[in-house]
């Protein structure tokens, strides 16, 4: 069920489109992407002209050190900040040309999040932190939708409690059946294992990516973990605001076997 917040969009003040042959190949596009900040040492740049095309139903990763630009970029192809210069498509549309309540309008409706922190809201069972996006919405059944999100992660038995009543790991369950019942066309994940053993780490990644692999959802991830890095298509290493190099799943998993066999 696709939530749809606005059947009228293309009215929305200055709003560009691909035409139909590049949106069917792209679910998100940037071009020379920089962001620039002040500070008492005068500016700094924190992403440097960043380009960056991802296929609709790819998994990407996103790593580097801290402070080499990820979450900003991230942030930015999510339509949560503006960059200084450049421009990013989502799903067709240029995002770099909407005002805030444009943008705010094409994130209900085309993107999905999973974060550190989870971010449910306490006073909300976990059937009800999972129906709110849709309720945002308007949608029809949403208490529907949402019960069968929690199936397909696993919580049912959990649907009624409140999120101080579930593990971290079941915590982040939900979060994810929040950020796909509304079967966003990007999915952005910021360090969704950091908070989490790597146990139940291990668990939530492997629900993220099965959910991902049947419902063709594109997959942002920003992780420091390289063993999470390699189960994407590709990995974007990122160094001083720029992206430096870019490596195949294949070729990261190959490197990581290689590594230990020789311990």
């Known amino acids: 069920m696709k939530i749809y917040i606005s059947a ?73 900040d503006v960059p200084s210069e450049g421009e990013i498509w989502l799903d067709g549309v240029e995002i770099t040309s909407l005002d805030e309540d444009g943008r705010a309008e094409l994130r209900a409706n085309n993107v999905g999040f999973v974060f550190q922190s989870f971010h449910l809201i306490s006073s909300l069972t976990a059937l009800e932190n999972v129906m709110l996006p849709l309720e945002l919405a308007g949608a029809d059944h949403a208490a529907d939708a949402a019960l069968q999100a929690i199936r397909t992660v696993g919580l049912e038995p959990r649907k009624g409690h409140y999120p101080y009543q579930l593990s971290g790991g079941e915590k982040q369950r939900v979060a994810i059946a929040r950020a796909f019942v509304v079967e966003p066309t990007v999915l952005f994940a910021d360090e969704p294992t950091g908070n989490l053993d790597k146990r139940t780490g291990d668990k939530v990644i492997d629900l993220l990516f099965r959910m991902n692999g049947e419902t063709q959802t594109t997959l942002i991830l920003v992780t420091h973990d390289l063993e999470l890095a390699a189960r994407c298509d590709r990995v974007l290493h990122m160094d001083a605001g720029r992206i430096e190099q870019e490596t195949t799943g294949d070729n990261n998993r190959r490197a990581m076997a290689d590594r230990d066999a020789a311990h």
């Open 8 to 80: 009228d969009i293309e009215g929305i003040t200055g709003i560009t489109h691909w035409d139909e042959t590049e949106k069917s190949k792209s679910a998100l596009k940037a071009r020379k992407l920089g962001k620039q900040v002040s500070s008492p040492e005068g500016t700094l740049t924190i992403l440097d002209c960043v380009d960056l095309d991802v296929r609709h139903g790819e998994s990407i990763a996103i790593v580097g050190a801290s402070g080499a630009g990820k979450s900003t970029l991230l942030g930015l192809l999510a339509g949560l």
